[in-house]
């Protein structure tokens, strides 16, 4: 395909993405069949998908679809036949905040024609994010960029040739291919969306954490922190700084800081000589959260200068293993 420019190269904010997706809820509207039926068909199959998502009984036939932006502070209200409301909450690279998505959803269930058993709440995210506990706890169900991907795919190969939907489906690949290409990247040229790509990978793979930007006067970082283990005198966790691996404490009692910093790096400093890892003793600061000590670079390589995900899993299994001993050792 030859090389053209596309709209949402140009339209990145969360409005443009309202847009195309009141575009796809409209396009599912009976009265549009005739003028492109692929279109019409991928918009139905839109909202199917999301009935799915909350296994609910698809409707027999769609007769009516009322599209409402920005309803008391909803991105999207979507009505279905008139007894039946999808609510959609569409975020590009932030996330959700002041419990507005609690807010929203008893916003549209006050309407008195609506039982809580027909609203259908999705959370629509083209980003990366590492924590939806606060988005699944206000019942929205998740709706990701490889959803829409996914849908967008299908949906191209039954014949939609629309220039919009086509835009839109090769914005989506390209971003999928940013987050997606630390696999093929030399370590050493990895940059904002390799680390997240590949922070939602280890997670995928059964890492227990979080991640996300960490902002500080040095131009910040993207962290992951997980393996977290609480005594009455610190906490202890694992975060992943990038390249390097570092042993953290948290300790609440200021006159306590250093006193547990020093005992900490030196148990580890001391007892890593029978594992794959070298740990190594870091330059101190003495705040509420300290390093104690850093691998510093826990990345395994394929021979090629590229990452070995599942070497890496086996470093950070040790490390996990390793914590582990020195947390029952050291008392």
């Known amino acids: 395909m030859d090389k053209r420019p596309n709209l949402f190269s140009h339209g990145t904010s969360e409005l443009s993405q309202d847009a195309f997706i009141c575009l796809l809820a409209e396009w599912a509207k009976p009265v549009y069949k005739e003028t492109d039926e692929c279109l019409h068909e991928a918009g139905i199959d839109f ?5 799915d998502l909350h296994k609910k009984n698809f409707p027999t036939s769609i007769k009516e679809i009322k599209i409402t932006k920005q309803f008391k502070g909803l991105d999207i209200l979507i009505e279905v036949n008139g007894n039946q409301a999808i609510l959609i909450e569409d ?3 932030t996330k959700e905040h002041s419990n507005q998505l609690k807010r929203y959803y008893e916003e549209v269930a006050k309407l008195e024609k609506y039982k809580e058993s027909d609203l259908l709440p999705i959370y629509y995210k083209i980003g990366n994010q590492s924590d939806y506990s606060a988005v699944i706890d206000a019942k929205y169900m998740l709706f990701t960029r490889r959803h829409m991907l996914e849908f967008l795919q299908e949906n191209i190969d039954r014949g939609v040739q629309d220039q919009i939907f086509l835009d839109y489906y090769f914005y989506l690949r390209e971003i999928e291919k940013k987050y997606d290409s630390y696999k093929s990247l030399p370590l050493s040229e990895w940059k904002g ?3 997240e790509g590949f922070y939602e990978e280890l997670k995928q793979r059964g890492i227990k954490g979080q991640y996300g930007y960490v902002a500080n006067p040095n131009g910040g970082f993207y962290a992951l922190w ?5 005594d009455n005198d610190c906490r202890r966790y694992l975060q992943l700084e990038e390249g ?4 953290k404490i948290y300790v609440a009692d200021q006159h306590r800081r250093k006193e547990l910093r020093d005992k900490w790096s030196k148990a580890l400093i001391e007892r890593n000589h029978n594992f794959s890892f070298n740990v190594e003793k870091p330059r101190f600061g003495n705040g509420r959260y300290m390093t104690v000590a850093v691998v510093r670079d826990y990345r395994v390589g394929d021979g090629k200068g590229r990452i070995d995900i599942l070497g890496t899993m086996g470093v950070l299994g040790e490390v996990e293993k390793f914590l582990k001993m020195i947390n029952v050792i050291v008392k």
């Open 193 to 195: 969306e390799d680390w």
């Open 47 to 51: 909202i199917r998908i999301i009935y």
């Open 226 to 230: 997980w393996n977290e283990q609480e």
């Open 244 to 247: 390097r691996l570092c042993f």
């Open 91 to 93: 975020k590009t690279y």
